[in-house]
């Protein structure tokens, strides 16, 4: 199964947000629980904030979630249809992007669908002619 250019730079993009996002809400919540716990001398409320990136963070998070799936059920499909890859490698490769997609899916990307041929030890074996 080979993509498109435009399409295989479409899903480099979304797999790199679904790597990226989780350190972006890691990094919204430390902005908004280191101020809330160091407190303010002024005698604000200190969780005036979570209010605010709460209000960020939950669609965020909503979305992320929806595009983490959308990108498991395409990574699936593909792995299930490339019949070029190795066996074991196709196998290897639906375990990792089921049970740790933050790594399978940006392995799996750029072995079969970044690079226009892939590595010589992750595609099946060619019967040798006569």
Same mark, same amino acid.
């Given at each position: 199964?080979?993509l498109?250019?435009p399409l295989k730079?479409?899903v ?5 947000l679904?790597?990226?996002?989780p350190?972006?809400i890691f *990094?919204?919540?430390?902005?908004m +629980?280191?101020p809330a716990f160091m407190?303010?001398?002024?005698g604000?409320d200190p =969780?005036l904030?979570?209010?605010?990136? =709460?209000? =960020?963070?939950?669609p ?5 979630s +929806? ?6 059920a395409f990574?699936?499909?593909? +792995?299930?249809?490339n019949q070029? +890859?190795?066996d074991?490698?196709r196998?290897?490769?639906?375990l *990792?992007?089921?049970?740790?997609p ?5 392995a799996y990307y *750029?072995? =079969?669908?970044l690079?226009?041929?892939p ?6 074996p060619?019967?040798?002619g006569p």
């Amino acid at each position: 199964m080979t993509l498109s250019n435009p399409l295989k730079a479409l899903v480099g993009v979304l797999t790199t947000l679904v790597v990226l996002v989780p350190f972006g809400i890691f *990094l919204l919540w430390g902005l908004m +629980a280191i101020p809330a716990f160091m407190g303010t001398p002024s005698g604000d409320d200190p =969780f005036l904030a979570f209010d605010i990136v =709460f209000a =960020f963070a939950f669609p965020l998070m909503c979305v992320f979630s +929806a595009l983490m799936y959308a990108l498991i059920a395409f990574y699936v499909a593909h +792995a299930v249809k490339n019949q070029g +890859a190795s066996d074991v490698v196709r196998i290897v490769a639906l375990l *990792l992007i089921y049970f740790l997609p933050y790594l399978g899916m940006p392995a799996y990307y *750029l072995l =079969f669908i970044l690079l226009p041929r892939p590595p010589s030890w992750a595609v099946k074996p060619q019967p040798a002619g006569p």
